[in-house]
């Protein structure tokens, strides 16, 4: 059975793999894209009729191949059109073109694709588009509504990232262990990228910006299943499933920000958390930790813990201070600030964020934070002038409405006491 | 006799699809389940984490832990433990005792996600 959805799967799993071979190949990103896009189109009428092939990436690399060659062909010469049955009639050919391409190759190719979206010169954003296009094989459409931003300008956006990448020098033989380990850091930093760029949406388009998270969860396991002992691709694909699987308990029924302590833990995915768990107890074996697998495994602990007071504040307090020697930061020492007021309280957490005060100036979370800690002292006016910088500073309307949330309490606790609320 | 039914399919496609579409083949698949487990025929039933979950312990002398499921083609699938461990690493010791009992081949080990276990009429 041939139906369309399962065609439609097939394509979008198979996209990866057939792009970057396509790519090794023509060296080219447009025409590797454009193989790729004739062959899903012969696909669509030869899979039907035929059934689906053993290896459909293999297929689709070599009809792309061929259909590309008898262009490039054709506008040299004015030949006559090839049969259609002659492209895609590649019983043998499929076979033998499958034992070549063996999976290290692929391996490799994806990596490429992968790496080539998170080339330097382009903004974070545009990384992203770029991957989400060409590698993932969300339409513009798609993207530019996960972005918020108009069809038009997310065209452009990604044909200009597109043309900053062709002008770029990618290196198309078979990596060394060095380059590959560079290139494998760089698409995971971008797959985070990816994943954040969905996980931070306020309560008002967190829907439409979810799909973002998935995607990144399916790049990483995609990467996983590459490169199977790589401890901090474990602990990437560990922390994105971890934090993903509380998406239905982040936001109230109005699209405000539920805080981790206030969420109701019932509503968390168990599927996910289990994988993610599974997937630390992999990485651990390795004893060779990582960013990933620290800020994974901080997430475990959230996810571990029944009741906001079973969580083991003080193992974060522990694992944040292993991760600020690793990458120093001062979000991850607020971070960590927020763990120490729960183990030894809010003077000694202020303490710790008052000297990241000049670098963090621009920061919602660290005056969010700041402002909580001075209001559990009772420097009610201090916290009052943190949580109004934090409202200017807000990325979402979310972030807004819960600092306001903060502000409203301290003005009741600030009233005189007779006219205290009760 | 008793068979077991072992299901393939392709991780990526049934991984991806919505907890909605999830819930509704679960609910079908719950409809047959019940019918056999009320004629007392219906034994454990496990649903396995994805295979990037899974550890492989070569039953080599001495015996070789590798990163992901078993890939090779030229052993064939001879039976299946379900044991309960706190972790990974006490998955791994039990499964080379089995292994020093029974030396050869090889044995995946994947996380269980979800576990029925059933009732055989004896």
Known sequence: ?422 | MLYAILCYNDEDSVGSWTREQDAAVMKKLAVVQDGLTKQGRLGPVARLLPTTSATTLRKDDPPVVLDGPYAETKEQLLGFYIVDCKDLDAALDVARDLGAANPGGAYEIRPVGLFQPGAIAK
């Not at chain 1, 513009?140 to 996960?146: G, H, L, N, T, Y």
């Not at chain 1, 309560?203 to 790589?230: K, N």
């Open chain 1, 1 to 422: 059975m041939t139906d369309a959805a399962w065609i439609d799967g097939a394509l979008t799993s198979a996209r990866p793999q057939a792009v970057g071979a396509l790519l090794r190949y023509f060296r080219d990103l447009d025409t590797a894209e454009e193989a790729f896009q004739n062959a899903c189109l012969r696909a669509l009428k030869s899979w039907p009729q035929n059934g689906p092939p053993r290896d459909p990436a293999a297929w689709l690399i070599m009809v792309g191949r061929n259909v590309a060659i008898d262009d490039i062909r054709r506008s040299r010469r004015q030949e006559p059109l090839p049969e259609d049955e002659a492209i895609s009639d590649l019983d043998d050919a499929e076979e033998q073109l499958a034992e070549r391409l063996d999976g290290s190759h692929y391996r490799d190719d994806i990596l490429r694709l992968l790496f080539i979206c998170c080339h330097p010169d382009l903004p974070a954003t545009q990384q992203i588009a770029l991957a989400l296009r060409i590698v993932s094989g969300l339409t513009v459409k798609q993207i530019a509504r996960a972005f918020l931003v108009s069809e038009a300008a997310m065209e452009q956006r990604i044909t200009r990232a597109k043309a900053r990448v062709a002008g770029a020098d990618v290196a198309f033989e078979t990596p060394g262990a060095a380059e590959r380990s560079e290139r494998l850091a760089a698409v995971a930093a971008m797959i985070y990228l990816i994943f954040n760029e969905g996980y931070s949406a306020g309560g008002d388009t967190a829907e439409v910006r979810a799909p973002l998270c998935e995607e990144a969860i399916r790049l990483a396991r995609l990467l996983l299943r590459l490169f199977q002992s790589e401890p901090e691709i474990m602990g990437l694909t560990a922390l994105l499933l971890l934090q993903h699987a509380r998406t239905a308990a982040r936001f109230d029924a109005a699209g405000a920000l539920v805080l981790l302590d206030d969420q109701d833990r019932s509503l968390w995915n168990q599927k996910m958390i289990a994988e993610g768990l599974a997937l630390i107890d992999k990485a651990v074996r390795h004893r060779q930790s990582g960013p990933y697998q620290i800020q994974a495994a901080v997430a475990a602990l959230h996810a571990r813990a029944a009741k906001p007071e079973d969580t083991d504040w003080a193992q974060i307090d522990l694992l944040y201070g292993a991760l600020e020697i690793m990458q120093p930061s001062p979000v991850v020492t607020l971070n960590r600030a927020v763990a120490v007021s729960k183990v030894r309280g809010a003077q000694a957490a202020l303490d710790m964020v008052e000297p990241l005060g000049e670098r963090l100036s621009n920061y919602f979370h660290f005056f969010g934070v700041r402002g909580a800690f001075l209001m559990q002292l009772g420097r009610n006016e201090e916290a009052r002038i943190a949580f109004d910088r934090a409202i200017a500073l807000a990325n979402t309307s979310a972030e807004a409405a819960h600092i306001r949330m903060h502000l409203d309490r301290l003005m009741r606790d600030s009233a005189p006491h007779g006219a205290k609320a009760k």
